[in-house]
Nanobody
Framework: VQLQASGGGLVQAGGSLRLSCGASGRTLSGDSLAWFRQAPGKEREFVAAVRVPTRTTYYADSVKGRFTVSRDNSKNTLYLQMNSLKPEDTAVYYC??????????????????WGQGTQVTVSS
């Protein structure tokens, strides 16, 4: 099973990107599907998540109101729509799956499967 993230690129501040994440060899499912990001020299940080059974979404404060996480069952794909991008959003973005519920949806250690990441660069 592999997760494949795509859609990253170079964009100017204020612009938009949509990231996609698919799974090869299986249905993209689990208790929670999430996006994390990691900038150079920094720890991996939580961006957004959707809990599959309840469709509840969670966002980091830094992206709330600008990013939207969603899942398209028919396409077996997880999305992250990113609007009003800022230079501080520059990072490698990873999609991930968590199989079992835990309140620590923001903790990368709780997640079981990871994609290879896609680079997002926002210029000022």
């Amino acid at each position: 099973v592999q997760l494949q993230a795509s859609g990253g690129g170079l964009v100017q501040a204020g612009g938009s990107l949509r990231l996609s994440c698919g799974a090869s060899g299986r249905t993209l499912s689990g208790d929670s599907l999430a996006w994390f990001r990691q900038a150079p020299g920094k720890e991996r940080e939580f961006v957004a998540a959707v809990r599959v059974p309840t469709r509840t979404t969670y966002y980091a404060d830094s992206v709330k109101g600008r990013f939207t996480v969603s899942r398209d069952n028919s396409k077996n794909t997880l999305y992250l729509q990113m609007n009003s991008l800022k230079p501080e959003d520059t990072a490698v973005y990873y999609c991930t799956v968590r199989l079992i519920w835990n309140v620590q949806y923001y903790n990368p250690g709780q997640y079981n499967l990871w994609g290879q990441g896609t680079q997002v660069t926002v210029s000022s």
